[in-house]
C-alpha cells in the first residue's frame, strides 16, 4: 500500500493564478481531511470530506475548494492564488469511525509558494 | 471552542537525558487524544491515541499519559533519532461528523550526540 499520495511536491505560483492539489489515498478510508501547516505552527484544518460526494469546511476554507467523486481522490483547488496561501499542505484520510480507527494517516505534503 | 497548547515549543537535549512534553487541552467532551511526530519536510506521523484519563501507552522510547487536562510525552533516554517535531491533537465527542482534530503548535526536540 502507498497509503496517502500528494503531488506536486513543490510550487511556485504567482499571484492570481490557480492551480489544483492532488491527493489519494489506497486504504478505502472513507474520510478524507486536507490541512495547511505555517512555519512553527500546527496543523489547521481546511475542508474535509465523509465519503464521496459529501464534504464540508473546516477553520480556514477561504480561497479553498474542493471535491470528492471517488472514494480515493480529494483535490484540493486555488482558484485565485494569494501570498498568505503560502504554506505546506497536507492530506490525510481516515476510516470510518470508532476506537483506533479514527486515526488520521498524512501524506507528505505539498510546499506552496505564492509570489 | 476546542483549543490545544504545547510546550515548550522547542527542546534542546544531550543523548540519554531524559525529559517531557506538555500538551494542554480544552475541550468540551474529549473523544481521544493523538501524538504525532513529523520528521522535517515528511508529513505527521501516528504515534499514540488517549482515550481516557490514567491511560498511558508506551513505543521504544516514548510514553505518553492522560489526565483529564494535558498530556505528557515522555522520552526516556533519547538517541538522536528521536529528533523530530512532536504533535498532540484532540478530537471532540460534539462533533458531528468528521472525527475532526485540532493540533497544537508542535514542539520541536533536538537531541545531540
Known amino acids: 500500500n502507498a497509503g496517502v499520495t500528494q503531488t506536486p511536491k513543490f510550487r511556485i505560483l504567482k499571484i492570481g493564478q490557480s492551480m489544483t492539489l492532488q491527493c489519494t489515498q489506497d486504504m478505502n478510508h472513507n474520510y478524507m481531511y486536507w490541512y495547511r501547516q505555517d512555519p512553527g505552527m500546527g496543523l489547521k484544518l481546511i475542508y474535509y470530506?465523509?465519503?464521496?460526494?459529501?464534504?464540508d469546511k473546516g477553520e480556514v476554507p477561504n480561497g479553498y475548494n474542493v471535491s470528492r467523486s471517488t472514494t480515493e481522490d480529494f483535490p484540493l483547488r486555488l482558484e485565485l492564488a494569494a501570498p498568505s496561501q503560502t504554506s505546506v499542505y497536507f492530506c490525510?484520510?481516515?476510516?470510518?469511525?470508532?476506537?483506533?480507527?479514527?486515526?488520521?494517516?498524512f501524506g507528505p505534503g505539498t510546499r506552496l509558494l505564492v509570489l | 471552542e476546542d483549543q490545544v497548547t504545547q510546550s515548550p515549543e522547542a527542546l534542546r537535549l544531550q543523548e540519554g537525558e531524559s525529559s517531557s512534553l506538555n500538551c494542554s487541552y480544552t475541550v468540551s467532551g474529549l473523544r481521544g487524544l493523538f501524538w504525532y511526530r513529523q520528521d522535517p519536510g515528511k508529513g505527521p506521523e501516528f504515534l499514540f491515541t488517549?482515550?481516557?484519563a490514567g491511560e498511558e501507552k508506551e513505543k521504544e522510547r516514548l510514553k505518553a499519559t492522560l489526565t483529564k487536562k494535558e498530556s505528557f510525552l515522555h522520552i526516556t533516554a533519547p538517541k538522536p533519532e528521536d529528533s523530530a517535531t512532536y504533535l498532540c491533537?484532540?478530537?471532540?465527542?460534539?462533533?458531528?461528523?468528521?472525527?475532526?482534530?485540532?493540533f497544537g503548535g508542535g514542539t520541536r526536540v533536538l537531541v545531540k550526540p
Open positions: 488517549l482515550y481516557s
Open positions: 491533537a484532540v478530537q471532540a465527542i460534539h462533533l458531528a461528523a468528521g472525527n475532526k482534530l485540532t
Open positions: 470530506s465523509v465519503g464521496a460526494g459529501i464534504t
Open positions: 490525510a484520510s481516515s476510516p470510518h469511525a470508532g476506537g483506533t480507527q479514527e486515526t488520521q494517516y
